[in-house]
């Protein structure tokens, strides 16, 4: 059986991973993916825990493969939402 701090550990890691992607979209999607994961498998125990603990593992490392394949492959050209507002600009 996984320990707490192991699927803790394994959580953290994984919305780390997310947020290192360039594009919104997809950082707030990957994001909310590991978040709604981890709260609909909250309350396993026993084989099935372990079992989706795998299955974490397994996806953190696509999860990180992609966030490499985004790097190398991703518009350089920041989102609409990644941009921070001038306030001097806008305030005459």
Do not use: C, W
Not at 5 to 25: I, P
Not at 43 to 60: C, F, I, N, W
């Amino acid at each position: 059986m996984a320990a707490a701090a192991e699927v803790l550990n394994l959580y953290r890691s994984m919305l780390r991973s997310s947020a290192k992607f360039s594009n919104y979209n997809i950082r707030e999607y990957t994001k909310r993916k590991v978040q709604e994961g981890f709260h609909a498998n909250a309350r396993l125990a026993g084989e099935e825990a372990a079992a989706a603990v795998s299955k974490a593992k397994a996806d953190h490392a696509v999860l990180q493969r992609q966030v490499e394949v985004y790097r190398m492959f991703g518009s350089p050209i920041k989102s609409v939402l990644d941009l921070k507002p001038d306030i001097k600009n806008l305030v005459r």
